[in-house]
């Protein structure tokens, strides 16, 4: 992780830091809270690395007990950030930390606020888009486009929904339009591949791949033949914000983006500490598997999964959206039974930075889909392309319950997947706020023959091509 990602996460903490220790909180938050009493004025934030030999309930040890394990793993290595005070609680557990990268950085005292006027132009950290300019550039490339675009408004965000600012929830529809197309409908003509990034506020590469993904098939378009041909006969789908809220807070960071994961919601409460926050986690929050491995019933954890199932808009309104554009396909209700082979339909959502290509399922990495042959054989040819690991989230990172591709793929069939951006080749570029300049120089030309590869094949995502091999499933 680098030091420009450790320093957003200091940057970050005091935005919700405490008065008073909330009930309930766990022995890892409780101490966060004590330290920052006790030092205002700078803090010392740490990247753990965290051996687990191998045990299958470490990263749920580690969750429940409220600490922030981040989207990496090498071997049985896990990763956790916290503050000195981490340590004894991690050593409590019966681990054996030992820090990877230490440093302190002054923290701001701001209050979370909407960040931008609605400018494409309007950005933070050396030129991440805000949500505001990332409805901007919607409205104006169908502007621009109207041939090849159309802006759908599908919800509102929790602010937004208590009357206290917040967002809407905007997707774009991009594709050569013909009759019919674009509709909310399920019954499309066309097949269609879905991307959604940024459902995690802080991995900020996640959006501005979506923002490149949605030039590249408008501005290619009669231009370049393969992009030609995928407008032509495929609907492609973007919601480059998920979670407008969480993201409005990353932003107010300015050049030193604060590291909120979660939306906004503070129904229960808004003391947290500096090394936990307020909100929900919406990719533990999807009403499938709910309350599984990879959550955590602690609101101010990172994996806090939210009293319910689907209880946060953001999600309601996404799954809303997913059934207006996909039929159900997948009749059984076992984890085992799977969606016909004649299936259409492909969804992608980004996450940073593990560099893997995941499927599902991710709840639970010794259940497989009905469809786990052509599902791994999808994603292991996705990981060929990018550099990247492929598998099961908890065959290579963690179990993690309640995510949007898991939801896919059970309530309707499609085909669901994640993509974890990362630098997998050691250019400079990992953490959760790489450089900017890494955007343009290093993800996007890694991502966008995934993506078109991607995108080629929501027309018959079950059906394993040459391309992918005819490799047996994994079995565990």
Same mark, same amino acid.
């Given at each position: 992780?680098?030091?420009?990602?450790?320093?957003?996460?200091? /940057?970050? /903490?005091?935005?919700?830091?405490?008065?008073?220790?909330?009930?309930?909180?766990?022995? /890892?938050?409780?101490?966060?809270?004590?330290?920052?009493?006790?030092?205002?004025?700078?803090?010392?934030? #740490?990247?753990?690395?965290?051996?687990? &030999?191998?045990?299958?309930?470490?990263?749920?040890?580690?969750?429940?007990?409220?600490?922030?394990?981040?989207?990496?793993?090498?071997?049985?290595?896990?990763?956790?950030?916290?503050?000195?005070?981490?340590?004894?609680?991690?050593?409590?557990?019966?681990?054996?930390?030992?820090?990877?990268?230490?440093?302190?950085?002054?923290?701001?005292?701001?209050?979370?606020?909407?960040?931008?006027?609605?400018?494409?132009?309007?950005?933070?950290?050396?030129?991440?888009?805000? #949500?505001?300019?990332?409805?901007?550039?919607?409205?104006?490339?169908?502007?621009? &486009?109207?041939?090849? $675009?159309?802006? #759908?408004?599908?919800?509102?965000?929790?602010?937004?929904?208590?009357?206290?600012?917040?967002?809407?929830?905007?997707?774009?529809?991009?594709?050569?339009?013909?009759?019919?197309?674009?509709?909310?409908?399920?019954?499309?003509? @066309?097949?269609?591949?879905?991307?959604?990034?940024?459902?995690?506020?802080?991995?900020? $590469?996640? *959006?501005?791949?979506?923002?490149?993904?949605?030039?590249?098939?408008?501005?290619?378009?009669?231009?370049?033949?393969?992009?030609?041909?995928?407008?032509?006969?495929?609907?492609?789908?973007?919601?480059?914000?998920?979670?407008?809220?969480?993201?409005?807070?990353?932003?107010?960071?300015?050049?030193?983006?604060?590291?909120?994961?979660?939306?906004?919601?503070?129904?229960?409460?808004?003391?947290?500490?500096?090394?936990?926050?307020?909100? #929900?986690?919406?990719?533990?929050?999807?009403?499938?598997?709910?309350?599984?491995?990879?959550?955590?019933?602690?609101?101010?954890?990172?994996?806090?999964? *939210?009293?319910?199932?689907?209880?946060?808009?953001?999600?309601? +309104?996404?799954?809303?959206?997913?059934?207006?554009?996909?039929?159900?396909?997948?009749?059984?209700?076992?984890?085992?039974?799977?969606?016909?082979?004649?299936? @259409?339909?492909?969804?992608?959502?980004?996450?940073?930075?593990?560099?893997?290509?995941?499927?599902?399922?991710?709840?639970?990495?010794?259940?497989?889909?009905?469809?786990?042959?052509?599902?791994?054989?999808?994603?292991?040819?996705?990981?060929?392309?990018?550099?990247?690991?492929? *598998?099961?989230?908890?065959?290579?990172?963690?179990?993690?319950?309640?995510?949007?591709?898991?939801?896919?793929?059970?309530?309707?069939?499609? /085909?669901?997947? $994640?993509?974890?951006?990362?630098?997998?080749?050691?250019? *400079?570029?990992?953490?959760?706020?790489?450089?900017?300049?890494?955007?343009?120089?290093?993800?996007?030309?890694?991502?966008?023959?995934?993506?078109?590869?991607?995108?080629?094949? +929501?027309?018959?995502?079950?059906?394993?091509?040459?391309?992918?091999?005819?490799?047996?499933?994994?079995?565990?």
């Amino acid at each position: 992780m680098s030091r420009k990602t450790l320093a957003a996460l200091a /940057a970050g /903490a005091t935005v919700m830091a405490l008065t008073a220790l909330s009930p309930g909180m766990s022995p /890892a938050f409780a101490g966060a809270a004590r330290q920052t009493a006790a030092a205002p004025a700078e803090r010392t934030v #740490v990247v753990y690395r965290v051996p687990t &030999h191998g045990r299958q309930d470490a990263a749920q040890k580690l969750i429940t007990s409220g600490f922030d394990l981040i989207e990496r793993r090498q071997g049985d290595d896990l990763f956790v950030i916290g503050g000195p005070s981490t340590a004894s609680g991690l050593r409590r557990l019966g681990f054996s930390p030992t820090v990877a990268e230490t440093m302190k950085k002054p923290l701001p005292h701001k209050s979370p606020v909407r960040h931008g006027a609605g400018s494409v132009n309007d950005t933070y950290y050396g030129g991440y888009h805000t #949500v505001g300019a990332h409805y901007a550039h919607l409205d104006q490339v169908a502007a621009r &486009h109207p041939d090849l $675009t159309s802006v #759908v408004t599908y919800g509102q965000s929790w602010l937004k929904q208590q009357g206290r600012g917040g967002n809407d929830l905007k997707a774009i529809c991009v594709t050569k339009k013909k009759e019919g197309d674009c509709r909310l409908s399920p019954d499309a003509a @066309k097949p269609r591949f879905f991307l959604m990034s940024q459902i995690h506020a802080r991995e900020i $590469t996640t *959006g501005e791949v979506s923002w490149r993904w949605i030039d590249a098939l408008t501005d290619g378009y009669g231009k370049d033949p393969a992009i030609t041909a995928l407008m032509d006969s495929t609907e492609m789908w973007v919601v480059p914000i998920t979670n407008p809220d969480g993201v409005d807070i990353v932003a107010q960071g300015g050049d030193n983006p604060i590291l909120q994961r979660k939306n906004a919601d503070d129904a229960r409460g808004t003391d947290c500490g500096w090394t936990g926050q307020i909100g #929900v986690d919406l990719n533990r929050n999807a009403g499938t598997h709910w309350g599984g491995a990879g959550t955590s019933r602690q609101p101010c954890s990172e994996t806090y999964l *939210g009293p319910k199932a689907d209880s946060e808009p953001e999600n309601a +309104a996404l799954e809303g959206l997913f059934r207006k554009l996909y039929p159900a396909v997948r009749t059984g209700t076992g984890d085992g039974d799977p969606a016909p082979d004649t299936a @259409k339909g492909l969804m992608i959502s980004l996450h940073s930075d593990a560099s893997m290509v995941l499927l599902p399922w991710e709840s639970d990495h010794t259940i497989h889909t009905g469809n786990d042959a052509s599902l791994r054989a999808l994603a292991r040819h996705l990981g060929s392309l990018t550099g990247y690991q492929s *598998g099961q989230a908890g065959e290579i990172l963690y179990d993690a319950s309640g995510g949007s591709d898991d939801w896919t793929y059970d309530k309707l069939g499609v /085909a669901g997947l $994640t993509i974890e951006i990362g630098d997998s080749d050691g250019r *400079g570029c990992s953490g959760f706020t790489p450089a900017f300049s890494c955007q343009e120089d290093y993800f996007w030309p890694k991502l966008k023959p995934a993506l078109l590869y991607a995108a080629q094949r +929501a027309a018959a995502p079950y059906r394993t091509t040459a391309e992918d091999g005819d490799r047996p499933a994994h079995r565990s």
